[in-house]
């Protein structure tokens, strides 16, 4: 592959720093994003997970806090943009989803219409036009395209069905890039497998690339491409998700693995992950 | 609790109902002198008795209840638009707009409001006819009565912008006069009508109060202010106890706009 080939394949360059009143939170954070990959972003609460997201959306000074580096995503330098250019590429270009799917939608409005606030921002067309895209995304993220289902409100829904909601709005505007903040940390473990599977199937469908950020290695290992694992603000290891268990090169990366949940009666469990995580990445390759 | 709720509610739709009808209930209009009857005790004729001028209290009562009775939440309702204009909009922009906006609004609060009112009134035109004087009166209660509902909507409204789902809508590239529109200005919906509704009450006592310095709604048109300016006459209240219905109203009416309110919870 040429290096012209290969600057083309990428779809987000981050090298960010980040700090909240003079706090330095990001430290010179630097990785790439190829497009339609699904890159999982790893580390413990606290050491800016949440923070970067709002870095690369140039959000962060809603929570207090300013970013500086270089943000490119698809060639475009989103440090450079005005306000307004950035409204453009933010739900576009770029979709977010959040950690709580019930906070994260109005309560006091309609499923529909906030949907529809959200196709409206960067969407010119009749009611009709609007209402067909609404009940595409609904089937999109598996939910019932129905005129019922919008009518609802936030507190209708189950949480699993608010946050493929979040993500129906995310992935609206076919972005390039999606967001996933912690995206299934507030579900059951069932429900959480069904949202990663349709990170996946989107991913796969729409070739959207996926930053999914947690700090649940286990879960992200079984759709990511590659891992990143952040620590105190830094990225000290990204590499495929199968060469992270196999292979770990950092010590905090170790330290990680060695913290994941074994079931006392077969402590033969973390085994098993580490036969699931190579049979899964056969199957993708 | 819900019974209470219930029949306070149907107490104020009742009397709202009855002022309104005041030219088909009342015997005769609120100015109508009966010259050879002036301070009648109560009779089939006249059920409150008359004024010292002849007037039927009851007639006047009525009609005093219509004016005080609706004109109030006109009132509250101008300084609830005003609230949600100052303190949503400072909320949602925050920074030193906000900062402005609700040190002004703490010098509204610091000063004594009675003596504001008086003030204020005195300074406007005493010697206009009686409509005149019914707009000046609730206009001034309307344009001075913002600032406390002010402060909790700025408050609700700075709550709004820094929630999750308005983070999501400038994620999903909401404008920000649409983001204040159409999701910020929703979710003040319940402080709005909480601080509409605990205005009324507090807009008719003001009005009495005016009324009773001759500061209010001005002769022959009655409110509540006016017809309490009877009680000045100590000495016939022994005498004339039925002086005291437009009193006991107002007291009824003043309770029975709090107990409507829920207590527990806003009404969305």
């Known amino acids: 592959m040429t290096s012209e080939q290969l600057m083309h394949e990428v779809l987000l360059s981050i090298s960010v720093s980040a700090e909240y009143a003079k706090k330095s939170v990001l430290r010179k954070l630097t990785f790439q994003i190829k497009r339609g990959e699904i890159l999982g972003l790893v580390g413990q609460s606290g050491c800016g997970k949440s923070t970067l997201a709002l870095a690369v959306l140039r959000l962060l000074h809603l929570k207090g806090g300013k970013s500086f580096g270089t943000l490119q995503l698809n060639g475009l330098d989103l440090m450079s943009m005005s306000e307004r250019q950035m409204r453009g590429i933010r739900g576009k270009e770029i979709g977010l989803v959040l950690q709580s799917p019930l906070s994260s939608l109005n309560p006091v409005l309609r499923i529909g219409t906030q949907l529809a606030e959200a196709w409206h921002a960067h969407r010119r067309g009749n009611r009709q036009e609007c209402r067909n895209a609404l009940l595409e995304s609904l089937a999109n993220v598996s939910l019932p395209p129905e005129e019922e289902f919008l009518r609802r409100y936030p507190a209708q829904l189950s949480v699993g069905q608010a946050q493929r909601v979040l993500i129906a709005m995310a992935v609206l505007h076919r972005p390039m890039l999606l967001i996933a903040d912690e995206p299934t940390s507030a579900l059951d473990v069932i429900t959480q497998a069904e949202v990663l599977g349709l990170f996946r199937n989107l991913s796969r469908q729409m070739g959207v690339a996926i930053l999914y950020i947690t700090h649940d290695l286990l879960s992200v290992s079984t759709i990511a491409d590659r891992i990143a694992v952040m620590h105190q603000g830094e990225i000290v290891e990204c590499r495929e998700a199968r060469a992270i268990f196999t292979d770990p090169q950092h010590a905090y990366t170790r330290d990680l693995i060695a913290a994941l949940p074994c079931v006392p009666a077969f402590p033969a469990t973390k085994e098993l992950y580490s036969t699931a995580i190579k049979s899964h990445a056969a199957g993708r390759g | ?268």
């Open chain 2, 1 to 268: 609790m819900k019974v209470v709720r219930a029949m306070a509610l149907a107490f104020l739709l009742v009397l709202g109902s009855a002022s309104l009808l005041a030219n088909l209930l009342a015997p005769s209009t609120y100015a109508e002198q009966f010259r050879e009857l002036p301070n009648a005790p109560p009779s089939s004729k006249h059920w409150l008795g008359t004024d010292d001028l002849g007037r039927d209290r009851f007639s006047r009562l009525l009609y005093g209840t219509r004016v005080s009775l609706l004109l109030a939440p006109v009132a509250a309702l101008s300084s609830t638009i005003l609230a949600a204009l100052i303190g949503g909009v400072a909320g949602y922009l925050g920074g030193r707009i906000e900062t402005t906006a609700m040190w002004i609004t703490d010098l509204f609060l610091s000063l004594p409001w009675l003596f504001l009112l008086v003030a204020a009134r005195a300074l406007l035109p005493l010697n206009v006819s009686p409509h005149v004087s019914v707009i000046i009166t609730f206009g001034m209660l309307g344009i001075l009565g913002w600032a406390g509902a002010a402060r909790v909507v700025c408050a609700s409204s700075r709550s709004a912008r820094d929630s999750d789902f308005a983070l999501l809508a400038r994620a999903s590239g909401v404008k920000p006069a649409r983001l204040f529109l159409r999701h910020v200005l929703p979710n003040l919906t319940p402080a709005l009508f909480a601080q509409f509704w605990i205005s009324i009450p507090v807009f008719i006592l003001a009005e009495a109060n005016l009324g009773v310095l001759g500061l209010g709604v001005a002769e022959p048109l009655p409110s509540w202010g006016s017809l309490l300016r009877e009680l000045e006459n100590y000495s016939a209240m022994g005498s004339q106890p039925w002086v005291f219905v437009p009193l006991l109203l107002l007291v009824a009416v003043v309770t029975c706009f709090q107990l409507v309110l829920p207590k527990t919870e806003l009404p969305a």
